[in-house]
């Protein structure tokens, strides 16, 4: 029996930490910058996706949308990078170069176009553009969802970016759904990189306005 204690005594705590995890952790991740109208909102790529488990996180941004957008739809391996953890995504294998200017070539997308996370792990970490709307919002999802889509049938998963504006600001929602989402060890890496990557626009968007702004003459 006195050997048995120690053995429920890690199970209880590994029970513990499994509860703390789901019902405090989790919901804080899932919803982590949002507002409870922005989690409950539909939006344009939903319909495109199966119900299932979803993120959404946002971030307030000091600068309206068209300057936001530029930053957003150059995202992508080989092309204006993700704006995160330079250092780990180097490490899953992302050739990972975070831009920090805007680059005309790369502001062109189109429903079809691939967006590449890492390309040394082939089809399996491409996405493709299933919906784009300049200034307002981009969905991407995986190759075989993208067919799924074009054969009236609902993708498992997808992965969007919106711009509300909200003023002079901007409200940059990003939203998981479906596909890996759920799973504890993609959830907790994703939020890391998805908050950070939230973080990388707003500081780029920020800087950027702060660089254009007339200086203001003390006065004579």
């Given at each position: ?6 053995v ?7 029970a ?24 409950a ?145 993609f ?34």
């Open positions: 029996m006195g050997k048995q204690r120690p429920l005594a890690a199970g209880m705590a590994l513990g930490i499994a509860g703390v995890y789901r019902w405090v952790m989790r919901p804080k991740m899932y919803a982590w910058g949002a507002t409870a109208d922005e989690v909102a539909e939006l344009p790529g939903d319909r495109l996706v199966a119900p299932g488990p979803r993120t959404t996180r946002a971030i307030t941004i000091d600068a309206p949308v068209e300057e936001v957008w530029p930053w957003l739809v150059q995202i992508g391996e080989n092309r204006g990078g993700f704006y995160s953890y330079d250092v780990l995504e180097r490490l899953v294998g992302a050739r990972i170069r975070n831009a920090d200017v805007i680059h005309p070539q790369w502001q062109e997308l189109q429903v079809g176009d691939t967006v590449w996370l890492a390309q040394r792990y082939g089809h399996s970490a491409r996405q493709v553009v299933a919906e784009v709307e300049p200034m307002s919002h981009l969905v991407l999802m995986s190759p075989p969802d993208y067919q799924r889509m074009h054969r009236g049938e609902k993708a498992s998963g997808a992965w969007a970016f919106y711009l509300i504006p909200q003023g002079g600001q901007t409200r940059l929602v990003a939203r998981g759904s479906g596909g890996p989402v759920g799973q504890s060890a959830d907790i890496v994703h939020f890391v990189m998805e908050r950070g990557m939230l973080r990388g626009i707003r500081r780029r968007a920020q800087s950027a306005r702060a660089d254009v702004r007339p200086v203001s003459l003390p006065p004579r």
